[in-house]
């Protein structure tokens, strides 16, 4: 039986146990302060993002990690083993990761490398990664756990509330933003990942009415079926998350642990510190 590795980039925001339970390869996308470039969450914390954050003059940005990166951890891989690698990427619709990921697959021709866009990004990338491994751990095939991977990316949501909508004007990766940003009135956008692409589908006057919306919202991406995995991502409000995670199982009446992660520096370039919102994953149809 093939030895396959798991891998994927820091906008999984993967649960460190999750990532040494898994034994997953977790690539770092960059992030861009001037002439500075810092590997996410390697050299760039989250604490010290939302520090330089707060006192940078102008907006960070992002780049993904280079062909060279990946086949450094692909290289690694084979080191230690592996004959196989499945790697799950951020969506392809807003990062060249999956194009770096396969450019580098032909360096390292040794290893059978698939490539998988996530179509999404934060938690629902992580329940794919998680979904595989346990197909692998069980002794299952390459085939079936892209299989699992494939059926997470049909039956998952991940919607959030921003709060400072001059990261999605600065982005420009959100669709509809201009909405929100440039309406008289201050609200409260709600982005949703759809079809692999962020799109802030809404707008609530208040962050407490858009929380509501954010849950409602989810809900009937549910409908009747059971849920695998329930979530609250957020960007530096780690309290509030915890509070919100409780309204979030009470809601759902959801008998697991709800998983709490900060988005991380790469996705609150994009959308902010402040954002919080829900994801969430469940059975076939």
Known sequence: MAHVVLMTDTTSNMPQEWVQRYNVKVVPVYVIFGDESFRDYVDLPPEEFYRRLAEASEMPKTSQPTPHDFAQAYREAVAEGADEVIGVYVTAKASGTCTSAQMAAEMVPD???????????????????????????????????????ERVKANNALIFTVTEVEHLAHSGRTVGAEKATKTPVKVKPIVSLEDGVPQAVTTERTQRNALRRVIQMVKERLGNRPLKGLGVVHGNIPERAQSFAEEVKEAFAYPGDVVVVDVGPALAVHFGPGVLGVAAYWEDA
């Open 111 to 149: 290893l059978k490398v698939h490539v998988v866009d996530s179509t999404t990004t934060s938690l629902p990338m992580s329940w794919m990664v998680v979904e595989a491994a346990r197909v692998l751990e069980s002794g299952g095939s390459t085939e079936e756990a892209l299989d699992a991977i």
